[in-house]
């Protein structure tokens, strides 16, 4: 954590739910738990499992002692069970932990924390994919240079932009919200023998309390579940790696059809004139950082045997920078489309900078009807060069053409270069958009 950088790359609230505090509760309430389900399956006598919850709940712990005392034993799970079973007192200390080892307390705590900031930061998303569904509706018609490999390509309109968008964030968000977040407990090699003929019984009462999915067999070694779980918010940054990298190109001071608009928000240590949107470098930033995260934790899968020496510990810093540098993407991405400003005027200003020279296709398609592909293709190629060498209008150097001229009038010429009658299937594609992200919201 750092009070210099976090405001700007550990932002909003998905930063709680993965701190060290946050850490320290999953820990203890993995304890509370394990107690509890130990005196379900009648292993542990209930008065001393409710003791134990209750120190867990009420203690008195110190993050910073606990983790200075971790080294001795390579993890924070050995120094808590020793504070946690001296606050207990003798008769309820003698059952803490009981059955367990230290994996088992740092996975299941884990995927609580894990579960737990999940709740935000879907929150997070479904407020982004809304204001996109926003931008989609009310911009299905206003038209926009459509762009490929960074040069004006075809028309297409800012809602179909937006569209996409939000066909991203939809996609993200369903599949975060289909993640394996199980429970941990096998005990030092999987098998629970500690624990006897109880050890399966336990497993479901303990990943009931919980509140996670009782797994099949303990995962030790086998970390698909950390793996998904890192996959899926890469995805998430991705997209919004993708959303905000579009935004800060439209927002560039030759195009503007977009700006951040914010009090206070946008400046430069320099140049008073500057404009930045802010929000969304903020959220490229942090974004940006997924991928060398995610690939640590799939560098990290590679677990010998029953446990693993050293590929779980691994596990633990990058997984917690992924959550909190994702969190802080998603609030970075609302913050720029709350304060993001839409230039319909500027978008088709942009358009008629290359004459209609973009709709060339459209000529040309036309065109083709009455003398084939390869001789339309050649003739408006021509009138088009010229035209962006600064020989004249598009349109009458296509009327004067000779071929050209033949077929099509000025007039028709005029019309097959406006660029909000050659949109294809955009609106139609925003409708979908909008329908599947419905759809989804209400079986969500």
Not at 313 to 331: D, I, K, N, Q, Y
Not at 431 to 444: C, M, P, Q, S, V
């Amino acid at each position: 954590m750092s009070e210099l950088f976090d405001p700007v790359l550990a932002a909003g609230p998905v930063h709680d739910e993965v701190s060290d505090a946050a850490w320290l509760r999953a820990l203890l309430d993995v304890e509370a738990a394990l107690a509890g389900a130990e005196a379900d399956a009648g292993l542990v006598p209930r008065e001393h499992a409710e003791r134990i919850a209750e120190v867990a709940r009420e203690g008195d712990f110190d993050v910073a002692e606990i983790g200075a005392k971790s080294v001795g034993i390579g993890n924070p799970a050995a120094p808590l069970v020793r504070e946690l079973t001296a606050q207990a007192g003798a008769e309820a200390g003698r059952f803490v932990h009981f059955g367990a080892t230290s994996q088992d307390v740092m996975d299941s705590a884990a995927m609580l924390v894990a579960k737990r900031a999940l709740e935000p930061l879907l929150e997070g998303v479904e407020e982004c994919a809304e204001l996109a569904a926003r931008f989609a509706r009310e911009h299905v018609s206003t038209v926009q240079a459509g762009r490929t490999l960074l040069q004006q390509a075809l028309p297409v309109t800012f809602g179909f932009t937006a569209a996409g968008w939000l066909s991203g964030l939809d996609a993200a968000a369903e599949r975060l919200g289909t993640q394996r977040l199980s429970a941990q407990l096998g005990g030092a090699t999987g098998t629970l023998a500690s624990l006897g003929a109880d050890g399966p019984a336990v497993l479901a009462a303990f990943s009931r309390r919980l509140g996670l999915a009782e797994p099949a067999l303990p995962w030790h070694t086998e970390r698909s579940r950390i793996a998904e779980l890192a996959g899926a918010l890469g995805e998430l940054s991705g997209v919004i790696a993708g959303i905000t990298r579009t935004i800060m190109l439209l927002a560039q001071t030759e195009v503007g059809e977009l700006a951040e608009v914010a009090e206070g928000s946008g400046g430069s240590s320099t140049m008073p004139h500057k404009r930045n949107p802010v929000a969304a470098v903020a959220a490229q930033a942090a974004a940006q950082q997924a991928p060398g995260l995610v690939g640590t934790l799939l560098g990290a899968m590679a677990h010998e045997h029953q446990r693993a020496a050293g590929s779980w510990h691994a596990e633990w810093r990058p997984f917690t920078e992924l959550f909190r540098g994702t969190g802080s993407a998603v609030h970075w991405l609302r913050t720029s489309f709350e304060r993001l400003q839409v230039d319909p005027d500027r978008m088709r200003r942009n358009l008629d900078i290359t004459g209609g020279a973009l709709l060339s296709e459209r000529v040309t398609t036309e065109l083709a009807k009455e003398t084939g592909r390869l001789a339309a293709h050649d003739a408006v190629t021509a009138c088009t060069k010229r035209a962006l060498a600064g020989e004249g209008e598009l349109a009458d150097l296509l009327a004067e053409d000779p071929l050209v001229g033949k077929q099509l009038d000025r007039d028709r010429i005029a019309a097959l270069l406006d660029p909000a009658e050659y949109l294809g299937s955009a609106a139609v594609f925003v409708e979908r958009a909008l329908t599947a992200h419905a759809n989804r919201k209400d079986n969500a």
